[in-house]
Every structure is written in C-alpha cells, then in structure tokens.
C-alpha cells in the first residue's frame, strides 16, 4: 500500500519558507547581521528537510521501495561536502553557496520541464522560489560583511549537476537520477544550515568542543581531585635531604 504523506505537515513547511522568502524580498536587505543570519540558518533547516521535496517526489513517482530509497541515496550527484564548507572562509563559504544554490536552481527548472502537468511541478515551482529567496539572504549576508560575492572554481567545490551522459537515460533511470539529486540538495542545504549554526554560536562553542579544549579541561579536573594529605602539609613530616 503507498504510504501518504501528511499534507498538513507540508503545507506548514512550503509557507514557512514562503514567509521568509517574500519577507526578505519586499523589505530588502535586512541590516542586522544577527537577524539576517538567524534567517539564512532557518531557511537552510527547514530547505534541508526531505519531506519538503523529496518524499513527496519519492511517493509520486512510485519509488517507495527499500531498493529504490538505497538507490536515490547512493548520492553520485556532486556538492560541496560538510567539511569542506566548513573550512572554508566566511567570504569562500557564501560564494559558494551561492554558486551552488544557483546550480541547483537550473536544475530544478529543467525537473519542472521534465514534470509538466503532474503534482510534482508545483513543488518543483515552490523549491525554486525558496532557493532564489535564500541566494537573496545570502547575498546580503556578503554585501553587510563587505565581502563580495566571487564564483569560485568549479575543481574547488562540487557543481551540484549530474555528470553528463552520451547516451538518453530511461524514463525509469531519469528518475532515480532526480531522485538522488533532490537527495543531494536537501543534505547540502542541511550542512550549510549546521555551519550557519556555527557562525551563530561563535568561535567559544568551537573551543569548547576542541579536543585541545577538551584534554586541557580534563587534566584540570583531574588535578583538583589531587589534594595533599595534612602530612605531606606538616613541617614534622618533611624528609630532610642531606648534603
């Protein structure tokens, strides 16, 4: 039996990036960083979340099967991994998400042409609203730090498309080809909401949770159990070493 996804779950989820998209687009750019911030890292959760796009792709295209989920996974679509936007600079990470995000907006609009009349297309049409709403955020985001936005090299970080194939896929191997770019997309827009995050708690929350942070918290624990006894404390005690 075909599972069905709770539409009221949807609903709540496609409005609430709805909401900030056009909140950002008619006032502008925001010129508090912290709100600003606080934005982006909100639409990267909630644009993170599979059952905005994904599932309901996954359940209207009939693949709801063990096999077919572990093949969508299998993740052969190219984005930045979570490390490597996290070692980026401030300036590096925002233009590459842009750059991707704009990537992956083509790309949405060739599965909207691929969809036509189908229930996936309004989906495909809302995902793409929400992606040009957050490059928005983050190219205020660029212009508040004073860092203009620069493509950066496509050998540097993944281009968000599938590789390119000479021969046309089936109808049923377009689909597990979208499938795991929609899979890609949402687990790229969740790492970029997890550095977000990080830019929001600052560089005490990195400190606290290094493992030099953590040895040297350790060992001061450890030494403040170490007392000395009252003898070794006493004169009477103390062992007088001849010359």
């Known amino acids: 039996m075909r599972a069905q996804f709770p539409q009221r779950t949807l609903l709540s989820l496609a409005l609430s990036l709805l909401f900030l998209s056009m909140a950002r687009a008619t006032r502008g ?3 508090s960083s912290p709100q600003l911030l606080s ?4 639409q990267a959760n909630i644009t993170g979340d599979t059952r905005l796009l994904l599932e309901p792709y996954i359940l209207l295209q009939e693949l ?3 096999t077919l989920r572990a093949a969508c996974r299998e993740y052969p ?4 991994s979570e490390d490597t936007l996290r070692a980026l600079s401030k300036p590096h990470f925002l233009s590459t998400v842009y750059t991707t995000l704009g990537r992956i907006q083509h790309q949405l609009d060739a599965l909207r042409q691929q969809s036509p009349k189908t229930k996936v297309f309004p989906l495909l049409e809302r995902a793409k609203w929400n992606v040009q709403g957050i490059r928005n955020n983050i190219y205020c985001m660029a212009h508040l730090l004073n860092h203009p936005l620069e493509t950066p090299n496509p050998t540097e970080a993944g281009s968000g498309a599938s ?3 000479t021969t046309t896929p089936s109808i049923f191997q377009t689909k597990i080809d979208n499938c795991r770019f929609l899979w890609g997309y949402h687990s790229f ?3 970029v909401g997890r550095v977000f995050r990080e830019w929001k708690d600052g560089p005490s929350r990195s400190r606290r949770h290094s493992p030099r942070h953590s040895l040297l918290r350790a060992w001061r624990k ?4 170490i007392r000395p006894s ?3 404390q006493s004169p009477m005690s103390r062992v007088q070493v001849p010359w």
Do not use: E, H, I, K
């Open 230 to 232: 009252r003898s070794s």
């Open 29 to 31: 750019c925001s010129s």
């Open 189 to 191: 827009m969740g790492s």
């Open 39 to 42: 934005q982006l890292q909100s």
């Open 64 to 66: 709801n099967t063990p």
């Open 222 to 225: 450890g030494a403040s159990r």
């Open 77 to 80: 679509v190219t984005f930045p």
């Open 163 to 165: 590789p390119s194939t």
